[in-house]
């Protein structure tokens, strides 16, 4: 797209003008390719999986990422090798972020829950780590230490006994030390050099070397994606952390905001891939021309430039008559990143609903919740966030109930437990309680 400005690329929209189908159109995501041609490659390469085990692996990785290995697993000696190879400043940064994200998930540790719900009768809420979990780390351009640490952190302290990573090598076979790094220190010691669906399809069914897991966490590309849906339909007991889809970033900005700032949130997203999407909202007509303005400088200055422009030819400016207005498209939109730099931007908190992860505040960009401030950057996306919650520790683990009850206590529910059953006509249900308070007991 060249050095097109973004003055012709990003119009704005003023919301009150339009009719609500082309409301509709301006929130609209960019669309997920599903094409059936995917399907099918995906399916087949799960069948592949199936079929031939290790094989399948190696001989998928070197037609996919141009290396062929002789040993999926990357060994005790080559994670040393990986720490040993960074410098004091990178494994400082990555020691900081992993301390911030683990204070904050330990908060969420639950300790279990007994009620007496009456008289003899006590029922127990209870919590279990997943048996075996398997964390999925990209490695397109750029490698994704701070996603292991979002997955792998909560995963040890839910004492997940197993935690098995897999990502695809690079060119020789090799996966970037700063991935290897953060896996040491969250404790993960089942490695393996593999990526794209047939390392999903591998967690899924298991192979030689790879033992199944329960459940997948991480993001991926669209093979990535399509293999998580496909296997979490086909193999029971095998889950997957969310629905997945492009990128995206909401901002809300008053006139007091700071046009620079809002500017380099919302290339901070679109930088992501070229189908991220990143909308402003905004009371203000001036402050939508000076972020166009902002966008326009920033955006020159950037290395992903040509990736930024093409996720931004999609996005949005839209005006609003007021701040509550743009609370109510956001939460129509709900986004997966949602940024508010208003006067008070806490005030707004209670009323913006649906959002993956809210940021207040000029001095709160997306990438501190990306990196180091704590909180997850594992996130819902595509309007999800109106049902699906961000990833946190209750992830990583089940809850089941126990209860226990007295014969006193089932004589006090007897009555109830009658009534209802003969209401229902399931009489082999009463009987069992029934028989249980025969004679004198």
């Known amino acids: 797209m060249g050095t097109q400005s973004l003055l012709s690329l990003l119009p704005t929209t003023t919301w009150s003008n339009i009719s609500d189908q082309e409301q509709q159109n301006a929130l609209a995501r960019p669309a997920i390719a599903e094409s059936s041609l995917l399907a099918t490659q995906v399916d087949n390469i799960v069948n592949q999986v199936a079929e031939q085990g290790d094989a399948a692996l190696i001989n998928l990785t070197e037609r996919f990422d141009g290396i062929r290995l002789e040993s999926l697993k990357v060994t005790e000696a080559q994670v040393q090798a990986a720490v040993d190879s960074l410098s004091p400043a990178r494994l400082e940064a990555l020691e900081t972020?992993?301390?911030?994200?683990?204070?904050?998930?330990?908060?969420?540790?639950?300790?279990?829950?007994?009620?007496?719900?009456?008289?003899?009768?006590?029922?127990?809420?209870?919590?279990?780590?997943?048996e075996a979990v398997g964390l999925y780390i990209p490695a397109g351009?750029?490698?994704?230490?701070?996603?292991?640490?979002?997955?792998?952190?909560?995963?040890?302290?839910?004492?997940?006994?197993?935690?098995?990573?897999?990502?695809?090598?690079?060119?020789?076979?090799?996966?970037?030390?700063?991935?290897?790094?953060?896996?040491?220190?969250?404790?993960?010691?089942?490695?393996?050099?593999?990526?794209?669906?047939?390392?999903?399809?591998?967690?899924?069914?298991?192979?030689?070397?790879?033992?199944?897991?329960?459940?997948?966490?991480?993001?991926?590309?669209?093979?990535?994606?399509?293999?998580?849906?496909?296997?979490?339909?086909?193999?029971?007991?095998?889950?997957?952390?969310?629905?997945?889809?492009?990128?995206?970033?909401?901002?809300?900005?008053?006139?007091?905001?700071?046009?620079?700032?809002?500017?380099?949130?919302?290339?901070?997203?679109?930088?992501?891939?070229?189908?991220?999407?990143?909308?402003?909202?905004?009371?203000?007509?001036?402050?939508?021309?000076?972020?166009?303005?902002?966008?326009?400088?920033?955006?020159?200055?950037?290395?992903?430039?040509?990736?930024?422009?093409?996720?931004?030819?999609?996005s949005r400016l839209i005006l609003t008559d007021d701040i509550a207005m743009a609370v109510e498209v956001s939460n129509l939109y709900g986004p997966e990143h949602l940024i508010v730099q208003?006067?008070?931007?806490?005030?707004?908190?209670?009323?913006?609903?649906?959002?993956?992860?809210?940021?207040?505040?000029?001095?709160?960009?997306?990438?501190?919740?990306?990196?180091?401030?704590?909180?997850?950057?594992?996130?819902?996306?595509?309007?999800y966030s109106k049902v699906v919650s961000s990833l946190s520790l209750a992830d990583f683990s089940r809850r089941y109930t126990v209860q226990q009850i007295t014969r006193q206590g089932l004589a006090n529910l007897a009555p109830a437990i009658i009534e209802l059953t003969n209401a229902e006509g399931l009489m082999a249900h009463q009987k069992a309680v029934t028989i249980r308070l025969e004679g004198e007991g």
Not at 104 to 115: K, L, M, P, T
């Open 97 to 130: 972020a992993y301390g911030q994200i683990k204070r904050f998930h330990q908060a969420q540790q639950q300790e279990d829950i007994v009620v007496e719900t009456c008289p003899g009768v006590t029922c127990v809420l209870k919590t279990e780590a997943i």
């Open 141 to 314: 351009s750029a490698p994704l230490p701070s996603t292991v640490l979002m997955l792998g952190v909560p995963a040890e302290l839910a004492n997940c006994p197993r935690k098995v990573l897999v990502s695809p090598p690079d060119k020789n076979g090799d996966i970037a030390p700063e991935v290897l790094a953060a896996a040491k220190l969250c404790g993960i010691d089942e490695i393996y050099a593999v990526g794209g669906a047939q390392a999903v399809a591998a967690l899924a069914l298991g192979t030689e070397s790879i033992k199944p897991v329960n459940k997948v966490f991480g993001p991926g590309n669209r093979f990535v994606t399509e293999a998580k849906k496909q296997l979490s339909q086909k193999i029971p007991g095998f889950a997957i952390d969310m629905p997945a889809g492009p990128s995206e970033v909401l901002v809300i900005a008053d006139s007091g905001a700071n046009a620079d700032f809002v500017a380099a949130d919302l290339l901070s997203q679109a930088e992501h891939g070229e189908d991220s999407q990143v909308i402003l909202l905004s009371d203000n007509e001036t402050q939508i021309v000076n972020v166009r303005e902002a966008l326009d400088r920033q955006l020159a200055e950037l290395p992903r430039a040509d990736i930024a422009r093409a996720a931004l030819s999609k």
């Open 342 to 383: 208003t006067a008070e931007p806490e005030s707004l908190v209670g009323k913006l609903r649906n959002a993956g992860s809210i940021f207040l505040g000029a001095y709160t960009p997306e990438s501190a919740g990306d990196y180091a401030s704590g909180t997850n950057h594992v996130l819902p996306t595509y309007g």
